[in-house]
């Protein structure tokens, strides 16, 4: 009997010794991993913003880090805008953490009109600003997010220094299951991104008019993009989305701000 006891003990001592070591592994390994993770994830944005910049094509095969940094550090600047007042506001925009900031009751705020399903927006956000050779303004990247079908898209807007021509719209990342493949998984078709090329966001009194649609008269309007056919629930994600972060909670001030000169 108290072989067997001895016997059960060791193996306790043995079983409990490789829970330790394998669990100081593993936190050890995250630990090491977690800066890699980071320039990944940072690298991985930075590529959709190029292309929606239309400074790279990622459908053409795969666009290697060194050209990634090289045209991104050349041609973007990352700036942070406070959304309350649309004003420029110090800080390294390159690795603000949007959503981690719209996690914190301190630093965010709870928005009256959710029609995107955001929840929490963060009071800052980042705005990228894309220059020519010559240092002359091309392009403004917007990010916005909302949900659609299964999940929380998140994309990059790109319109013109007009602030009102559209340039592409980009979605780069689902959060939770994602779209429906060859239905609401459609907003990453270049086909449909091609459509929004051009496009206005606000009709000549100032209103804002970019409209996803169904109805092919609209469609072909200036202020009109066909809807997805067979994903609905997508398309309205996409409509809320630009709706609410166009609108007066999220970047309306800086747009009026910049519009009236706020970028020189």
């Known amino acids: 009997m108290a072989s067997n006891k001895d016997s059960f003990g060791r193996t306790l001592f043995v079983v409990i010794g490789l829970c330790f070591i394998c669990s100081m592994f593993v936190s050890t390994a995250a630990v090491l991993l977690k800066p ?50 649309g004003d420029w506001v110090e800080g390294d925009a390159d690795t603000f953490d949007t959503e981690k900031a719209a996690r914190t009751p301190a630093t965010s705020f709870v928005p009256k009109n959710d029609i995107a399903s955001v929840k929490r927006v963060a009071n800052e956000a980042v705005v990228y600003l894309v220059r020519d050779d010559n ?60 459509k929004w090329n051009g496009k206005k966001l606000y009709n000549d009194k100032g209103e804002l008019a970019i409209s996803v649609t169904k109805n092919p008269t609209v469609a072909a309007s200036p202020y009109g993009v066909d809807a997805l056919s067979g994903a609905t629930l997508t398309g309205n994600g996409v409509q809320n989305s630009l709706d609410f972060w166009l609108g007066e909670e999220g970047f309306a001030r800086f747009i009026e701000k910049a519009r009236n000169g706020g970028l020189s």
């Open 135 to 194: 240092q002359q303004l091309q392009t403004v990247i917007i990010p916005v997010k909302g949900y659609g079908l299964w999940s929380t898209m998140f994309a990059f807007l790109a319109v013109e220094p007009d602030l009102n021509t559209i340039r592409s719209l980009v979605y780069y990342s689902f959060t939770g299951s994602g779209e429906t493949p060859g239905l609401g998984g459609e907003v990453q078709n270049p086909q449909w991104i091609a």
């Open 36 to 85: 890699v993770q980071q320039e990944n994830k940072l690298l991985d944005k930075q590529k959709y913003i190029l292309e929606a910049a239309g400074l790279i094509n990622t459908k053409e095969g795969k666009v290697e880090k060194e050209q990634i940094l090289e045209t991104y550090n050349k041609y973007v600047e990352a700036k942070l805008v406070d959304l309350k007042t």
